[in-house]
């Protein structure tokens, strides 16, 4: 009995030895776990901040366009055979060359940015020319089978382009007249399509007598 004691003490020890020793390393491997997961790189990894979007630069301004000023030009062909006349209105413009007795063409069209313009009329007419400076236009006429090179300058009321259209006597009359600078009238009058010479207007009031019946010519613009 004696003996016995010392035994159940030693066989209590070893027993609540082998306890601790399980709870630690059950403690030990829990506690590494969570540590591990704590430290993983995964789970550390911050999310990637979102990209800005970077706006595209503004374009640059286009140069602003200089408007080509309206005005009235009228002047002569090289050879002094005819007359031209050009008026420009809001980058239009509309044209009359006239020889003064039977050949006569109207011609109409845009003017570029440069001034330059390409216009063009009945039966192939064609009018290519430049406005220089704002003071004169430079270019040649194309008409019935002939090219004439030409020069109008710059003109003031009254000189300048004109129009009148009516029917007289039964008769469809189309008449077109070039006031140049210096007073001079170029014009034809045809009367159901027969061209010839158109008689003097007024240039202040445009009023003009044809087979004793008053018309008033008035300005062209396109």
Known sequence: MKRSGPLVTLLAGLLLGLFMLSLNATTGTKSASTSYAEESPEAA????????????????????????????????????????????????????????????????????????????????????????????????????????????DKAKKPSGLYRATATVRGAKVDGGWIVLPDGRQVGILTRDGEPSQAPRIDPETGAVTVDGQQLTARPVTP
Do not use: H
């Open 45 to 152: 990894t911050p999310s990637p901040a979102p990209t800005g979007t970077t706006a595209p630069p503004s374009p640059s301004p286009s140069p602003s366009r200089t408007p080509i000023p309206d005005a009235d030009y009228a002047g002569r062909t090289t050879d002094d055979s005819a007359s031209v006349a050009v008026t420009l209105r809001d980058g239009k413009a509309i044209a009359y060359f006239c020889d003064g007795r039977a050949k006569e063409s109207w011609l109409k069209g845009d003017v570029e940015d440069d001034g330059t313009m390409k216009l063009t009329g009945k039966q192939g007419a064609r009018l290519n020319g430049t406005l220089k400076e704002g003071k004169r236009i430079s270019g040649t006429v194309d008409v019935d089978g002939g090219r004439y090179a030409f020069t109008a």
